[in-house]
């Protein structure tokens, strides 16, 4: 009979020793589904996969992960972390590198600069501002200079200039875009003013100093933070 295959310690004790067909076999079917092999535990991850999780917790918060059971509880959610951080970290990369790409555009930029409608371009300010120097003019090359480097900011969407804006409001705007730049700056502000609006006599060292300004700002890697839209501030 099929009940004689039957093991005696698998028969729980209150039932018959001699079962029917039936039982026998479902009892046969029940020890053989079970099988030898116990349940497979899960597999130990490496050490520094663990140190790793470790430490996004520690820098995200929560408690130690310790073995493979906790790995598999975290490893979603850890998952995603390293995803996002990748993704911050490569962003952060790619701005530092390139900078922020709409302000690497230059755009057409014309109207009031300082009081006049002036419709020429950053590089033609500077043109102006060589030819007038070579020429001795240094009244009309400060003049000039100070335009193209107001135009140049304002074309790289760095600082924008509008009707009413001043030198001096252009000047304490972009210091707080380019580090080192603040004293000297106003300073450029007073002598296009002295020269546009006072009736000074520009000088050379005047001249040298401004242009130098203006050719540093020029050639300057993007600033610290896009502030364009702080061109609005004290505009009505």
Do not use: C
Not at 116 to 126: N, V
Not at 174 to 195: C, K, P, Q, S
Request: hydrophobic share 45%; no cysteine.
């Amino acid at each position: 009979m099929i009940a004689d295959t039957v093991p005696a310690d698998t028969v729980p004790a209150d039932i018959p020793v001699d079962p029917d067909d039936e039982q026998a076999r479902r009892w046969l079917e029940e020890e053989l589904g079970r099988g030898d092999q116990p349940p497979a535990e899960p597999a130990e991850p490496p050490q520094w996969w663990i140190d790793f999780l470790n430490w996004l917790r520690d820098l995200f918060g929560g408690a130690d992960v310790q073995g493979p059971t906790q790995v598999a509880d975290t490893g979603g959610t850890v998952g995603i972390v390293i995803i996002v951080v990748l993704i911050v970290v490569a962003l952060a990369v790619a701005f530092r590198i390139f900078g922020l790409p709409r302000l690497r555009k230059r755009s057409k930029v014309t109207g009031d600069l300082f009081g006049d409608d002036d419709d020429r371009s950053a590089e033609q300010l500077r043109t102006a501002a060589e030819k007038a120097a070579d020429a001795g003019d240094y009244t009309t090359a400060v003049v000039e200079s100070f335009r193209s480097l107001a135009r140049d900011l304002a074309e790289r969407g760095f600082v924008l200039t509008f009707p009413g804006t001043t030198a001096r409001d252009f000047a304490h705007r972009a210091a707080d875009l380019f580090d080192g730049t603040h004293d000297r700056l106003l300073e450029a502000a007073d002598v296009f003013d002295g020269v546009r609006y006072l009736g000074a006599v520009g000088t050379l060292e005047q001249w040298t100093r401004m242009s130098a300004l203006e050719r540093e700002l020029r050639t300057a890697r993007r600033p610290k933070a896009p502030r364009a839209a702080d061109a609005f501030e004290g505009v009505s």
